[in-house]
């Protein structure tokens, strides 16, 4: 099976503008998340969709929103970049979820830098 | 809401060296456990992780992880680490947050480098 893939892989953007990033999960996978790398805070969780309905949600403002389409496949929008939005962004998806929970499989990232 | 505590920002050992990296969490309900390492330049990927069962989990690379659950740890160990073990290692909870959803926090991280 063909990994979590994520598009693009490098953006340089300006304070203000926005960004749209991508991601496709793993055939058959329909939850798909979405997290912050970043050296200071590390790695957080943004939110999650599943269905195409936003079923999760971090401690991040609404700046950052996302959606998901019927094939599974994510996208996240980050309105009026700021300095600190530059990071590692991070897609996962998983397979349903079993008594116990589930895993995630994590893409390469885009790696946002805001200047 | 679920924590991640990992001991060590940055370790250093020498090739051979035996290896434990400490990870403890707080969460009152059922979790599940994992490892995630990430090399230089490449994205995160699973070592090992628990569920269920045995408290002493095995993964990929010789890695080995024991789940306590009276402490509320799961430490991460390896008897021998080569220099292809340099990493970025992060210790993550998945718990229920409701309406179906898993919500996987992460540790902070810990920089592993090996030196030959």
């Known amino acids: 099976k063909a990994g979590v893939t994520q598009t693009p892989r490098y953006l340089i953007k300006t304070r203000g503008q926005q960004v749209t990033l991508s991601c496709s999960p793993i055939?058959?996978?329909?939850?798909v998340s979405w997290y912050q790398q970043t050296p200071g805070q590390g790695l957080q969780f943004l939110f999650e969709y599943f269905s195409e309905t936003q079923r999760n949600k971090g401690n991040f403002p609404g700046r950052f929103s996302g959606r998901q389409f019927s094939n599974s496949r994510s996208e996240m929008n980050v309105s009026t970049l700021e300095l600190g939005d530059s990071a590692l962004y991070l897609c996962?998806?998983?397979?349903?979820?079993?008594?116990?929970?589930?895993?995630?499989?994590f893409g390469p990232g885009t790696r946002l830098t805001v200047l | 809401a679920q924590s991640v505590s990992q001991h060590n920002h940055h370790v250093i050992l020498s090739e051979a060296a035996s290896l434990e990296l400490g990870c403890n969490y707080s969460?009152?309900?059922?979790?599940?456990l994992f490892w995630y390492v990430q090399y230089p330049g490449q994205h995160l990927q699973l070592l090992l992780k628990y569920f269920s069962g045995d408290p002493l989990v095995k993964g990929i690379k010789g890695f080995e992880a024991e789940f306590i659950k009276s402490k509320f740890s799961f430490n991460l160990r390896k008897p021998s680490v080569q220099w292809s073990d340099t990493a970025e290692y992060f210790c993550?909870?998945?718990?229920?947050?409701?309406?179906?959803?898993?919500?996987?926090?992460f540790g902070k991280g810990t920089k592993l480098s090996v030196i030959p």
């Open positions: 969460y009152g309900g059922t979790v599940n």
């Open positions: 993550a909870v998945n718990a229920y947050s409701g309406a179906g959803s898993y919500q996987l926090t």
């Open positions: 996962a998806s998983s397979s349903p979820p079993g008594l116990r929970g589930n895993e995630q499989f």
């Open positions: 055939s058959g996978h329909r939850s």
